[in-house]
């Protein structure tokens, strides 16, 4: 069973430009999770899908992030315009269903300069 | 005040060594308890997990729940040199809500 991919595994850009992340979860988990991995912190949940539907998106900057899931599969995370705070590694995970078991891909570590 | 606390570490302790890693929390409508282990450039992965209060043991590992004191604990026996990472506790209010709350992690190295 393919994991969850994540790309690009990189990313160093200046503040106030965008970015985009892309991540696409394992085959049949219909809920899809983004994180933010701050260096030295625990993953903090900034919002989750129930196959192409928000569950939760309390934690998500709406002023600057946004997230999408088209046909309830692949998912792309935007951030526009970035601020150095922002700087951290970008978790994509997936589960069969709202649960706590779940899948992370390898993340998206993004640098603000 | 964060709702889960976790020491950061470093950790080291020699090959062999029995591991005790803790957490505390602060709201008690926490009801499921996970412990994630990340390597470094790597995702977290689910290790084990724990419904409410009580013990469970998983080969070397043993998680233990104590709901009265908001207290959760993760031991390894006969620890290995593969088990350095980072272990994250986190929790959850129900079974089927998907949002994980996590501790900051401890790191751990076990040195041959």
């Known amino acids: 069973e393919a994991g969850v991919a994540q790309s690009p595994r990189y990313k160093i850009i200046e503040k106030r430009q965008s970015v985009a992340f892309w991540c696409n979860p394992i085959s049949g988990h219909a809920t899809l999770y983004w994180y933010q991995q701050i260096l030295g912190q625990g993953p903090k949940l900034l919002i989750q899908?129930?196959?192409?539907?928000?569950?939760?998106d309390s934690q998500l900057p709406k002023d600057r992030f946004s997230a999408e899931r088209l046909k309830g599969v692949d998912s792309t995370l935007k951030i526009q315009p970035a601020k150095l705070e922002d700087s951290a590694v970008y978790l994509c995970a997936s589960s069969r269903d709202n649960s706590y078991e779940q899948y992370f891909g390898p993340g998206t570590r993004l640098t603000v300069t | 005040q964060k709702e889960v606390e976790q020491d950061p570490g470093p950790l080291s302790v020699p090959e062999g060594a029995i591991v005790s890693l803790n957490c505390t929390y602060s709201n008690s409508a926490f009801q499921y308890f996970m412990w994630y282990r990340q390597y470094s450039r790597k995702g977290p992965e689910l290790l084990m997990y724990?419904?409410?209060?009580g013990n469970k043991e998983d080969g070397r590992f043993t998680a233990q729940v104590d709901k009265s004191s908001k207290y959760i604990s993760l031991f390894i026996r006969d620890s290995q040199p593969s088990d350095s990472a980072t272990y994250l506790c986190?929790?959850?209010?129900?079974?089927?809500?998907?949002?994980?709350?996590f501790g900051q992690g401890t790191t751990l190295q076990v040195k041959p």
């Open positions: 724990t419904y409410s209060s």
């Open positions: 986190a929790m959850s209010r129900s079974s089927n809500t998907g949002k994980l709350i």
């Open positions: 899908f129930q196959n192409n539907g928000v569950v939760d």
